[in-house]
Structures are given as structure tokens and as C-alpha cells.
């Protein structure tokens, strides 16, 4: 079955990075890609980029695109997303989620998140 | 790329329907058949139950329904139950490899 497992919660200073990585399994990894999304608390859901799994492409919103990094590795099957400068807006939980490998289509199977908490 | 617009709540009561409703533009929802929805219970991951406007995951009951007219998607909840109450995003491909979210529902079984 397919399964998706994340990393453990981050706490960070102001204007560090943090890398948050997914671990997948039950499906051939590079026949999809994997979407990040993040969850500032009691907000709703934003979409913060996308990487095929298959190519390497990746696509950033413009709003991240100056920080945010998203890689895979095929040997051991995890996407990895880093973000680089971090503010106290960047406090959220981050979901990663399997995707088409050819677009951010939609998103089937979701990690269980990563609380990211950004604090002096 | 701006959220797509949703009502911040809706309710209903035990065996009735509610519909929610998402506004978009003819860059995103009316301009592809890739609108999903999700659902979200506190304190969980969100959960794929609507892709490609109407199409149900494995698993998802046929409770729920989507639908698009223009730039507006819709999802159908019928025969409510008690354990529907969560919260309910729409999305849809924007073009571009981009990627958009709506602003969120929250459902309430009465």
C-alpha cells in the first residue's frame, strides 16, 4: 500500500532554513512527482510547489520561488523541500502529497505533516 | 495567483445535502477539467475526495458529487452524517505547472 511519511517537527530560528523530507513507498516512485502544501494554524491550505519525481521538473509559486528548493532522491524514494530565510510567517505544518508526474494535478496520498515552528 | 473563492461555512442537518460552491477564473477552474476537492478533519492530513471535477477516489463514498459550470466548480454532499463535518478545500490546476487552492468551507451537521 502506498505510504507517505514525513520527517519530525522543526523548530528554527529567524532567518534560518529548514529541510523537511518525505519518505514514500508502495508505488514506483518515478511514475508520479510530489506537491508540498503548507497550513499556517487556523488558516487554510497553500499550494508551495511541485517536482516530477519523473524528470525533475519543478514548478514554484512566485510568492516562494526566491526560497524554496524541492528535491527527490530516486535511490531511496524521498522527496525533500527546503526553505531558506525563515520568518515567523513560515510557522505552519507542511504536507507533502504524491502527484502526477507530469502536473500538480491533484494530490492522492498525503504525508501526515511537519509542524515548522519559527521562533527567536 | 489569487485562492479560489468558497463560503466560509455551511451546514445541514443529518440525511440532508449541502452543496459548496467555488469560484475561480478562466485561468484555472474554467480553463481545465482538474478541479479536486478535499476534506480535512482537525488535527489531520486533508484527504482526496474529488478529482478531475467529478471523479471519486477508491473508497470515497458516492455521498459526495462534484461538478463544474464555468468558472464555478460545486461539490454535493447528500445524506449527511455526522462524521462529514470537517473542512472542505477546493483546488484546481492553474496552468503552467501552478497550482491553486480555494479559501475553505467549513461544514457543520446540525
Known amino acids: 500500500q502506498v505510504q507517505v511519511v514525513q520527517s519530525g517537527a522543526e523548530v528554527k530560528q529567524p532567518g534560518a532554513s529548514v529541510k523537511v523530507s518525505c519518505k514514500t513507498s508502495g508505488y514506483s516512485f518515478t511514475n508520479y512527482g510530489i506537491s508540498w502544501v503548507r497550513q499556517a494554524p487556523g488558516q487554510g491550505l497553500e499550494w508551495m510547489g511541485w517536482i516530477s519525481a519523473y524528470s525533475g521538473t519543478t514548478s514554484y509559486p512566485q510568492k516562494l520561488r526566491d526560497r524554496v528548493t524541492m528535491t527527490t532522491a530516486t535511490s531511496t524514494t524521498t522527496a525533500s523541500m527546503e526553505l531558506e530565510s525563515l520568518t515567523s510567517d513560515d510557522t505552519a505544518i507542511y504536507y507533502c502529497?504524491?502527484?502526477?508526474?507530469?502536473?500538480?494535478?491533484?494530490?492522492?496520498?498525503w504525508g501526515q505533516g511537519t509542524l515548522v515552528t519559527v521562533s527567536s | 495567483q489569487s485562492a479560489l473563492t468558497q463560503p466560509p461555512s455551511a451546514s445541514g442537518s443529518p440525511g440532508q445535502s449541502v452543496t459548496i460552491s467555488c469560484t475561480g477564473a478562466?485561468?484555472?477552474?474554467?480553463?481545465?477539467?482538474?478541479v479536486s476537492w478535499y476534506q480535512q478533519h482537525p488535527g489531520k492530513a486533508p484527504k482526496l475526495i474529488i478529482y478531475?471535477?467529478?471523479k471519486r477516489p477508491s473508497g470515497v463514498p458516492d455521498r459526495f458529487s462534484g461538478s463544474k459550470s464555468g468558472n464555478t466548480a460545486s461539490l454535493t454532499v447528500s445524506g449527511l452524517q455526522a462524521e462529514d463535518e470537517a473542512d472542505y478545500y477546493c483546488s484546481s490546476y492553474a496552468g503552467n505547472n501552478n497550482y491553486v487552492f480555494g479559501t475553505g468551507t467549513k461544514v457543520t451537521v446540525l
Open positions: 502529497a504524491r502527484s502526477n508526474a507530469y502536473g500538480p494535478y491533484y494530490f492522492d496520498y
Open positions: 478531475e471535477v467529478s
Open positions: 478562466s485561468s484555472d477552474v474554467g480553463g481545465y477539467n482538474y
